[in-house]
T-cell receptor
Framework: GEDVEQSLFLSVREGDSSVINCTYT??????LYWYKQEPGAGLQLLTY?????DMKQDQRLTVLLNKKDKHLSLRIADTQTGDSAIYFC?????????????FGTGTRLTVIP | KAGVTQTPRYLIKTRGQQVTLSCSPI?????VSWYQQTPGQGLQFLFE???????NKGNFPGRFSGRQFSNSRSEMNVSTLELGDSALYLC?????????????FGSGTRLTVV
């Protein structure tokens, strides 16, 4: 199946680190993605990780992948008020000739000044 | 380069009508996918087109259809609109091969059915 689960809400203080977690069920995932959605906007690709990697760092963002536990996390260092948004993890699964994305429910991150 | 362009941004339609939404992918991207986003169901995959062919379809009724043109632009059509079709419709483009550069999304079309 393609169940992707996330907690719904996370609040952090400005300057702290945020950690958003995601679990998925399909072990045939090829890539795993993190997207950010601000109010009234589409999805912005933040970062992605290939399924044979266990970590990827990109400036303030660190992605950790535990393939055995099917657990993905996104750490945002020095969280700013502009990071307040909904964060979606997604897995890419190859089906019938195409890679398709399956999304989690999204985690609403609120950054408290 | 230009991003993914969706038109129109907003639409209000009446139950029973039909609607057509448009998506222009990033230049060079041959795959276009469509998603429906609602507060209750989250992001759900509608279908994906590559080289004018539908490669994959999600679990939506036949009232939802799409097509892709030779320039990779895509349209989706919803016939006999229902109140529950009110949603943000997002399209995403991708190179379409097995390499993964991520899927780039448009800003979406917000459809309200009254």
């Amino acid at each position: 199946g393609e169940d992707v689960e996330q907690s719904l809400f996370l609040s952090v203080r400005e300057g702290d680190s945020s950690v958003i977690n995601c679990t998925y069920t399909d072990s045939s995932s090829t890539y795993l993605y993190w997207y950010k959605q601000e109010p009234g906007a589409g999805l912005q690709l933040l970062t992605y990780i290939f399924s044979n990697m266990d970590m990827k760092q990109d400036q303030r963002l660190t992605v950790l992948l535990n393939k055995k536990d099917k657990h993905l996390s996104l750490r945002i260092a020095d969280t700013q008020t502009g990071d307040s948004a909904i964060y979606f993890c997604a897995e890419s699964i190859y089906q019938t000739g195409a890679n398709n994305l399956f999304f989690g429910t999204g985690t609403r991150l609120t950054v408290i000044p | 380069k230009a991003g993914v362009t969706q038109t129109p941004r907003y639409l209000i339609k009446t139950r029973g009508q039909q609607v057509t939404l448009s998506c222009s992918p990033i230049s060079g991207h041959r795959s276009v996918s469509w998603y429906q986003q609602t507060p209750g169901q989250g992001l759900q995959f509608l279908f994906e087109y590559f080289s004018e062919t539908q490669r994959n379809k999600g679990n939506f009724p036949g009232r939802f259809s799409g097509r892709q043109f030779s320039n990779s632009r895509s349209e989706m059509n919803v016939s006999t609109l229902e109140l529950g079709d009110s949603a943000l419709y997002l399209c995403a483009s991708n190179l379409g091969d097995h390499s993964q550069g991520g899927y780039t999304f448009g800003s979406g079309t917000r459809l309200t059915v009254v």
